[in-house]
T-cell receptor, first 111, second 116 residues
């Protein structure tokens, strides 16, 4: 399974943008970049995924480097409810493939 | 739409006892996963089912853990006998069997096991 590297923790302030980095230098051409987050005492939840182009949805934006060796999850205006562990995961092209979680980044939001 | 249901939410047992966790996936989801999450770590896949067949159980400690998915719907994960290191949250997830990489995983809230 291709690996990702994320900072252990990050801190930001409420109502400010947050940029969560992820390095995946060994990504293969068919790997998708997925982001999940885990709020306290809950199971992980899907945030966003992409292959080559930048992606936007109601939760976040995903910026993917041109060489695909890194990506950044962007929360445009963080709220206290965004405090969670964020996981960047590489996943093969088939829909039923498993997710392999790393340690993730623990995001703290200051009021 | 109802989410992934798991029970019990909490369980405390003594080592060498047995325990079982139940999962009801989202209706129509063909793929079901059991993950183990030890405190401070990311979830680790134990077993993956597609319908009622096992796709991947390479990280399931088969000497003490077992799982089944009868009729391709509900699933049960059993630990017998439990060890102290089995203390963790057991997460169930399901996903639809769709086309190219659209199989978002939906997780339940998990079952927290404490082994004393």
């Amino acid at each position: 399974d291709a690996k990702t590297t994320q900072p252990n923790s990050m801190e930001s302030n409420e109502e400010e943008p947050v940029h969560l980095p992820c390095n995946h230098s060994t990504i293969s051409g068919t790997d998708y970049i997925h982001w999940y987050r885990q709020l306290p005492s809950q199971g992980p939840e899907y945030v966003i995924h992409g292959l080559t182009s930048n992606v936007n949805n109601r939760m976040a934006s995903l910026a993917i480097a041109e060489d695909r060796k890194s990506s950044t999850l962007i929360l445009h205006r963080a709220t206290l409810r965004d405090a969670a562990v964020y996981y960047c995961i590489l996943r093969g092209p088939l829909g039923a493939q498993k997710l392999v979680f790393g340690q993730g980044t623990r995001l703290t939001i200051n009021p | 739409e109802a989410g992934v249901a798991q029970s019990p939410r909490y369980k405390i047992i003594e080592k060498r006892q047995s325990v079982a966790f139940w999962c009801n996936p989202i209706s129509g989801h063909a793929t079901l996963y059991w993950y183990q999450q030890i405190l401070g770590q990311g979830p680790k896949l134990l077993i993956q089912f597609q319908n009622n067949g096992v796709v991947d159980d390479s990280q399931l400690p088969k000497d003490r853990f077992s799982a089944e998915r009868l009729k391709g719907v509900d699933s049960t994960l059993k630990i017998q006998p439990a060890k102290l290191e089995d203390s963790a949250v057991y997460l169930c997830a399901s996903s639809p069997l769709t086309g190219l990489n659209t199989g978002e995983l939906f997780f339940g809230e998990g079952s927290r096991l404490t082994v004393l």
